[in-house]
T-cell receptor
């Protein structure tokens, strides 16, 4: 079974621009979560989608948004990029939600904002 | 809100030494507990997990962890490390409902050959 895939793997953007990152979960997985990884803040939860509905959201500004499609693929969007948005963005998928759910991570998208 | 703390930021060991990484969390309800590993240049991989039952869980690559509910701890152990265990290790906690993982700050482990 193919793992979680994320595209693009690397991205360089300028302050003020917007960016869209894509995540394809493991086949059959309906839950997709997004995390931001930075050296200073570590791994922080952004949001989770299950069956096209946002189920949980972390403490990030409204510039960060996401969605999930009927095939479980997910996208996250960051508008009006700031230098501090430079990070590794990780996507994780799970077959279920809640008790006993295991999450499998993709390789991430490395976003650099200049 | 949940929080997870990992006791050491950096650990340096020689091969064949034993490894123990501490993890404590704060949350009063039912939790699921995980250890993930990130090898250099690779993505996060699940090492082991605790959902319920036997508090001593075994994972891949000879790792094990013990859940002590009274201490809110989930410490990771390996009796004899190898050079290939050089990586960053993350403890994570999830409320039983939902899929949000709260991660500790990570521990970088360097195993000297």
């Amino acid at each position: 079974k193919a793992g979680v895939t994320q595209t693009p793997r690397y991205l360089i953007k300028t302050r003020g621009q917007q960016v869209t990152l894509s995540c394809s979960p493991i086949s059959g997985h309906r839950s997709v979560s997004w995390y931001q990884q930075t050296p200073g803040q570590g791994l922080q939860f952004l949001f989770e989608y299950f069956s096209e509905t946002q189920r949980n959201k972390g403490n990030f500004p409204g510039r960060f948004s996401g969605r999930q499609f009927s095939n479980s693929r997910s996208e996250m969007n960051v508008s009006t990029l700031e230098l501090g948005d430079s990070a590794l963005y990780l996507c994780a998928s799970s077959s279920t939600q809640g008790e006993s759910a295991e999450q499998y991570f993709g390789p991430g998208t490395r976003l650099t904002v200049t | 809100a949940q929080s997870v703390s990992q006791h050491n930021h950096h650990v340096i060991l020689s091969e064949a030494a034993s490894l123990e990484l501490g993890c404590n969390y704060s949350y009063g309800g039912t939790v699921n507990l995980f250890w993930y590993v990130q090898y250099p240049g690779q993505h996060l991989q699940l090492l082991l997990k605790y959902f319920s039952g036997d508090p001593l869980v075994k994972g891949i690559k000879g790792f094990e962890a013990e859940f002590i509910k009274s201490k809110f701890s989930f410490n990771l152990r390996k009796p004899s490390v190898q050079w290939s265990d050089t990586a960053e290790y993350f403890c994570a906690v999830k409320e039983a409902a939902g899929n949000k993982l709260t991660f500790g700050g990570g521990t970088r482990v360097l195993v000297k050959p």
